[in-house]
């Protein structure tokens, strides 16, 4: 017998951005295993070999019941997003579920010495792609539902930074406050539509992003996470879909996720 929330997924189009690793991955395989009869997945992200890794892992766990799309996408290239669901086969077209988790974080310099290439790639991808994919999808969201009232739902992924500034990320947090800006104005301005507009913001969570912040170096991102238990990319995707399966008229607006060691950006329990 079918759940609620599975039964709620049913027949729905999922479009996840930065679905290659991480939280993203994570809550490809999420929406997978909640609604395993009939659901279309489509992974986006820069790394091609990566999302067909993916949709094997996927289709060996759940069987034919989920359709898998795997699509070549760098958001921070404004021309590809706007390509992307005119590039689509026909029948994929109408997301949804938009899952904008495609994001990233460069260094941890300070001001004044931040490099302009981590705050263009980071604006680029957190925030101007991020703005470009919900305008690309939201065109098709609000062409649906009966009397022009729209109809789908749009989840941004934020952060604690974006509510919570600490030295060292001005950059990446700025990007994530502009994002909850964002999102809290598109809410807004779509209080007549039938789109729900939602933010789930992590805290600590363990994933490639501090690797990437430390350009690669692994030492650095595992000094990150010694001496605690961080959240995991599945305890993020489980909340990813727990907000897309609740009822028609239920919108989790705003959820703030920490470990138990944190109690904000810059307030963390460590064990010694």
């Known amino acids: 017998m079918s759940s609620a929330i599975a039964k709620r997924l049913e027949g729905k189009t999922i479009l996840i951005t930065g679905a290659s690793s991480g939280i993203g991955r994570a809550t490809a395989l999420e929406f997978a295993r909640t609604s395993p009869k009939k659901l279309r997945l489509i992974l986006a992200a820069r790394r091609s070999d990566a999302l067909s890794e993916l949709q094997s892992a996927i289709s060996g766990e759940v069987g034919s019941g989920v359709q898998v799309l795997p699509v070549t996408l760098d958001v921070s290239n404004p021309q590809s997003v706007k390509d992307f669901i005119p590039n689509l086969p026909e029948e994929w077209r ?41 305008q690309s999808v939201l065109a098709g969201m609000l062409e649906r539902g009966p009397n022009g009232e729209g109809k789908g739902d749009i989840i941004n992924i934020g952060s604690i930074a974006g509510r919570d500034p600490y030295p060292g990320g001005g950059i990446y947090c700025a990007t994530k406050a502009a994002v909850r800006s964002f999102t809290d104005s598109l809410r807004k301005e779509l209080i007549s539509k039938r789109i729900r507009i939602m933010e ?20 650095k991102a595992d000094a990150v996470y010694a ?12 909340t990813v879909v727990f907000a897309a399966g609740r009822p028609e008229n239920v919108v989790v607006a705003d959820m703030l996720v920490f470990p138990n060691h944190q109690a904000s950006a810059g307030s963390m329990h460590k064990k010694t």
């Open 94 to 134: 109408a997301i949804d579920v938009l899952v904008n988790n495609a994001g990233l974080v460069r260094g941890v310099d300070r001001a004044p010495e931040i490099k302009e290439e981590d705050m263009h790639i980071m604006f680029a991808t957190n925030v101007t792609g991020l703005i470009n994919m919900t």
């Open 227 to 238: 001496g605690c238990t961080p959240l995991t990319p599945e305890d993020i995707a489980e």
């Open 200 to 219: 789930i913001d992590p805290g600590q969570v363990e994933t490639e992003f501090s690797v990437v912040r430390f350009y690669g170096d692994k030492a």
